[in-house]
């Protein structure tokens, strides 16, 4: 069960629109696909989700040559530094890359043990997993997109007609807060009493985000993802309205001392594996902080989400999922299918899920043609975002 060889390759997986959201707009997402071989011939998968970060895996991969895929601890301990910093390295990229390689050092003992991820953790309190439906402003891809807010309602409903969607996210913050208050209005219409919250990612300030939430509030928002950027104006917040919080920062004492926000929503790559953030989510059940899982994976790290909250208890309610914008994917049968609001836990050995070569190469063309986190659009990710 000793690791033989590491391999790391950057790919773009593609959207069938490019979507807008306070940043600017994303037509494809990049990531790392980690691929780690045993002495015995297997194949274990992983992915980092900060874009290309192949040069870090091999390199910090060189150091576990031999190393025991039982052995996740001692394999941290050589990759990451102790400490939460140092003026030798970066701290956060090297938890990061880790987190990659470790996950599939999960995979790898799982298909040699034969048995699924959530049977190493401990056994599966759940097999059909909750996941949202996303809606945004899009531009035109293979997709049509949406520039509307009766666009956006159409969409919403044809989800509801094709997928029986149960659960919808939409990103807000990103044109006039009159022209969003009626997206959310006709959003509401036609999905009926489903369940529908609203993700600003940060991109208001205090005194818009208060406006924007009493203008919304008719709608029966249910949850409602960084209105603001900070715990503390999130705090602020929480003195105006009563709808749930939530964020993707990681600081979890504050969020306790705040109670504020009410979950933290992050992947497995941001807290060094799986390990890691199986250990992160049970401290967010002793101090009372909900946990739930982001977009923007492959499959392969997709596939570990989905064993961690099988697995755990405490990972209630919908984490996100942007499946149904895929255009891609880099494993057999992706993108993972999402019907009636849930996706079934893989019940393969380890996470469950096979590389399709094929698409790994065209994803990795992809990359190499883009660059990474291509906008769609002039101006780029992220450009000219300033706090409305």
């Not at 987190?99 to 003992?109: K, L, S, T, V, Y």
């Not at 919403?156 to 029986?164: F, K, L, N, P, S």
Request: contains cysteine; negative net charge; charged residues 25%.
């Amino acid at each position: 069960m000793k690791i033989r060889s590491i391999r790391a390759t950057p790919v773009n997986i593609p959207f069938r629109a490019p979507y807008r959201f306070s940043y600017g707009a994303i037509a494809s997402l990049t990531k790392t696909v980690i691929e780690l071989e045993t002495e015995d011939g297997v194949l274990g998968l992983g992915e980092c989700a900060d874009g290309d970060r192949a040069a870090d895996v091999v390199a910090a991969g060189a150091k576990l040559i031999g190393h025991d895929v039982r052995e996740v601890t001692t394999a941290e301990a050589k990759i990451v530094p102790a400490m939460r910093y140092t003026p030798w390295g970066n701290v956060t990229a090297a938890r990061r890359v880790f987190g990659g390689i470790e996950m599939a050092i999960w995979d790898a003992r799982g298909k040699t043990e034969g048995v699924p991820l959530h049977t190493l953790l401990g056994g599966a309190v759940r097999t059909e997993i909750p996941l949202t439906e996303y809606f945004s402003y899009r531009f035109p891809g293979t997709d049509p997109g949406e520039a509307t807010p009766t666009d956006v309602a159409r969409y919403c409903a044809t989800m509801v007609e094709r997928h029986g969607s149960t659960v919808f996210e939409g990103k807000v913050g990103t044109v006039p807060l009159s022209e969003e208050v009626q997206m959310v209005r006709e959003v509401r219409a036609a999905i009926g009493d489903r369940t529908l919250q609203l993700d600003a990612n940060g991109g208001w300030t205090v005194p818009t985000a208060r406006e924007a939430l009493a203008r919304f509030a008719p709608f029966d928002i249910s949850w409602f993802e960084e209105p603001v950027e900070t715990y503390e104006e999130m705090a602020d917040l929480r003195r105006h309205s009563p709808i749930a919080f939530s964020a993707h920062a990681i600081d979890l004492q504050k969020a306790h001392a705040l109670r504020c926000p009410d979950a933290i929503v992050t992947n497995v790559n941001e807290h060094g594996g799986i390990a890691r953030t199986r250990d992160f989510i049970r401290a967010c059940e002793a101090m009372g902080v909900g946990f739930r899982f982001h977009s923007g994976e492959t499959g392969i790290a997709s596939a570990a989400y989905l064993h961690l909250t099988a697995a755990l208890e405490h990972v209630r309610g919908a984490s996100q999922t942007l499946f149904h914008w895929y255009a891609d994917d880099v494993i057999e049968g992706g993108p993972f299918a999402l019907e009636n609001g849930v996706t079934k836990v893989p019940t393969g050995p380890g996470l469950g899920v096979i590389l399709d070569r094929k698409a790994l190469q065209r994803c990795h063309d992809r990359y190499l043609a883009e660059g990474p986190f291509p906008s769609g659009r002039d101006g780029g990710y992220g450009s000219g975002f300033r706090k409305r």
